[in-house]
């Protein structure tokens, strides 16, 4: 007695597994919800660096994040391994999205999660390390929303220590104005050390 699969079943199992592989990358997802998805991640993702900025970097972190707040002549800073979390967010995302990776299994938004924590990683690069820093490029703007976003993360850098602090955000700026209103208060209450150029 021959145990020789039936041809017509190994047929079927290649078009169950190709009618799989469609779902998985056609998941009736339109084009609006795909960038509103995308954005929205953009957007959550000031939201998790804020936390993560606030409660780690100057938290439990602080050893990898101390050298981003004090001078030195380094190219490349501890602070700088902290990227390595954000890569691997957008990599996991990606990976549940893809359906070489998931198979059936593979859920199609993590695809545009992992994209949107991509690009929120551009932006605070531009952001942070180019225009902030200047570690890439030169520019100092002198008005408009990138004054202020280089203002508000040099009140941001205005403590000496890990305590205290305003501005733990890297795409959205307060108000400078308050930022520093914030800064002598917490300055007087004896939450923050503050640099002698901002004392007054």
Same mark, same amino acid.
């Given at each position: #007695?021959?145990?020789?699969?039936?041809?017509?079943?190994?047929?079927?199992? +290649?078009?169950? #597994?190709?009618?799989?592989?469609?779902? +998985?990358?056609?998941?009736?997802?339109?084009?609006?919800?795909?960038?509103?998805?995308?954005? +929205?991640?953009?957007?959550?993702?000031?939201?998790? !660096? *804020? %936390?993560?900025?606030?409660?780690? #970097?100057?938290?439990?972190? *602080?050893?990898?994040?101390?050298?981003?707040?004090?001078?030195?002549?380094?190219? &490349?800073?501890?602070?700088?391994?902290?990227?390595?979390?954000? %890569? !691997? #967010?957008?990599?996991?995302?990606?990976?549940?999205?893809?359906?070489?990776?998931?198979? !059936?299994? %593979?859920?199609?938004?993590?695809? *545009?999660?992992?994209?949107?924590?991509?690009?929120?990683?551009?932006?605070?690069?531009?952001?942070?390390?180019?225009?902030?820093?200047?570690?890439?490029?030169?520019?100092?703007?002198?008005?408009?929303?990138?004054?202020?976003?280089?203002?508000?993360?040099? &009140?941001?850098?205005?403590?000496?220590?890990?305590?205290?602090?305003?501005?733990?955000?890297?795409?959205?700026?307060?108000?400078? %104005?308050?930022?520093?209103?914030? &800064?002598?208060?917490?300055?007087?209450?004896?939450?923050?050390?503050?640099?002698?150029?901002?004392?007054?």
């Amino acid at each position: #007695m021959s145990h020789r699969r039936d041809p017509g079943l190994r047929r079927d199992d +290649a078009r169950s #597994m190709a009618s799989c592989l469609r779902r +998985a990358y056609n998941p009736h997802m339109s084009l609006p919800a795909i960038l509103f998805l995308v954005l +929205a991640t953009v957007i959550a993702m000031e939201g998790v !660096a *804020w %936390a993560s900025h606030k409660y780690i #970097m100057h938290g439990f972190g *602080w050893a990898w994040h101390r050298d981003h707040h004090e001078p030195h002549d380094n190219r &490349l800073e501890k602070n700088d391994l902290f990227a390595l979390f954000g %890569a !691997a #967010m957008s990599i996991s995302a990606f990976a549940i999205g893809s359906p070489m990776i998931m198979g !059936a299994a %593979a859920w199609k938004p993590g695809t *545009w999660i992992g994209l949107g924590i991509l690009l929120y990683g551009i932006i605070y690069t531009l952001v942070h390390d180019g225009l902030v820093h200047q570690r890439y490029f030169r520019w100092v703007p002198r008005r408009g929303y990138a004054k202020r976003l280089v203002q508000a993360h040099k &009140l941001h850098h205005a403590t000496i220590g890990k305590e205290g602090g305003v501005s733990f955000g890297f795409v959205f700026a307060r108000d400078p %104005a308050k930022l520093k209103a914030e &800064l002598k208060a917490q300055r007087e209450a004896g939450i923050a050390v503050v640099r002698e150029a901002l004392a007054d």
